[in-house]
Structure formats: C-alpha cells, structure tokens
T-cell receptor, first 111, second 113 residues
Framework: DAGVIQSPRHEVTEMGQEVTLRCKPISGHDYLFWYRQTMMRGLELLIYFNNNVPIDDSGMPEDRFSAKMPNASFSTLKIQPSEPRDSAVYFC?????????FGPGTRLLVL | DQQVKQNSPSLSVQEGRISILNCDYTNSMFDYFLWYKKYPAEGPTFLISISSIKDKNEDGRFTVFLNKSAKHLSLHIVPSQPGDSAVYFCAASVRNAGNMLTFGGGTRLMVKP
C-alpha cells in the first residue's frame, strides 16, 4: 500500500492568500485526521472524520480553517485567508481501528 | 490541561545500551496506548501499542510497559542503535470514543555510536 499521501509537501504563500492542503488516506480506512505541528504547541488535532462525516472539529483554530471529505479517498484542509501564524507542518492520518498512520506532512510557510 | 505528558524533552544513550522513554497520563478513561517515532521532515511512524488489559507488549527490540495504577507507560529499546535517534511520541485513546489520539509532547532520543 502507498500509505497516506499528502500534497503539496511544501507550500510558501503570502498572507491573505488561500491555501489548500490535500490528503489521500489508506484505502479501507474509515477514519481521517488532520493535525498541525508547531514548536510551541506540539502535535494538535484539528478535525477528524468517520466515514467521510466530520465528527469533531473543536481543534480547528478559527473560521479561516475548513475541511472537507467529499469521498472516502480524498480530503482537503483549506485556510482562507492565511496568516503568518498558520505557518506549521500539517499532517493527515488515517486509521480503521487502533493505530493511526500518518502522511509525510505539508510544510506551510505564510509570509 | 495536558492529559499525556512526556517530562523528558531529550535523552542521550550509548549504542548497544537500553533506552527508556517515559510517559504519564491523567485520564483514567484511556484504555489504549501507542508509541510513535518521528524523523525530521517525515510523519510520525507507528511503533507499538498496548491495551489496558495488558501490562507488557513486546515487538523485537521494542517493549512497552503499562502501569495503570501509576498512570505511567514506558518504551524500552534494547539494544539501542544510532538509527533509533528520533523524536518519540506517546499517545493515548479511549477505544470506544472515536479513535482519537491524545499525544504527549515528545522526547528526542539520541543514540551515540
């Protein structure tokens, strides 16, 4: 299996621009998670889906962040408008039961 | 409120010796615990897990111990190898509550040749 796939791997953008991060989970997994990692806050759960339905989005920082999962093989995390404090590494993970399997992450830099 | 804590930000060990990474938790509802390893510029990689019905789980050089009364778990790596140098995260979940993981802050392990 190819594992969790994320794109892009790196994104540099200017403040105010829209950013879209993409994730393809492992086939057969029914849970999908979006995390953000920063030096200050470590690994934070932003939102997770079960069977394509958002279950808990309490970790989403504010209304500028949104996530969708239109089907079992694709999810997006969108930031609009982006701000410098959004600079971080964003990970997607998927699971069925038990362990979550992480993608390689998207390193986002907002100037 | 940190429900999962790794109090040692870093650990240095000589190659061939044992590495012991520690993790404490506060939520008594947690019933499933995991360890992940993370290299720079990569996502966390699942290493080993343990259910609360057990107190030990072993997989090759990696053993996880769980002490429920102390709300403490540890990861033992023996013998340690330079390739084990990475950041290690412990994580915990309540299995019937949505498969969410709560992560500790991580411990950076350095194994010196």
């Amino acid at each position: 299996d190819a594992g969790v796939i994320q794109s892009p791997r790196h994104e540099v953008t200017e403040m105010g621009q829209e950013v879209t991060l993409r994730c393809k989970p492992i086939s057969g997994h029914d849970y999908l998670f979006w995390y953000r990692q920063t030096m200050m806050r470590g690994l934070e759960l932003l939102i997770y889906f079960n069977n394509n339905v958002p279950i808990d989005d309490s970790g989403m920082p504010e209304d500028r962040f949104s996530a969708k999962m239109p089907n079992a093989s694709f999810s997006t995390l969108k930031i609009q408008p982006s701000e410098p404090r959004d600079s971080a590494v964003y990970f997607c993970a998927s699971s069925s039961r038990g362990a979550q399997y992480f993608g390689p992450g998207t390193r986002l830099l907002v100037l | 409120d940190q429900q999962v804590k790794q109090n040692s930000p870093s650990l240095s060990v000589q190659e061939g010796r044992i590495s012991i990474l520690n993790c404490d938790y506060t939520n008594s509802m947690f019933d499933y615990f995991l360890w992940y390893k993370k290299y720079p510029a990569e996502g966390p990689t699942f290493l080993i897990s343990i259910s609360s019905i057990k107190d030990k789980n072993e997989d090759g050089r990696f053993t996880v111990f769980l002490n429920k009364s102390a709300k403490h778990l540890s990861l033992h790596i023996v013998p340690s190898q330079p390739g084990d140098s990475a950041v290690y995260f412990c994580a915990a979940s309540v299995r019937n509550a949505g498969n969410m993981l709560t992560f500790g802050g991580g411990t950076r392990l350095m194994v010196k040749p």
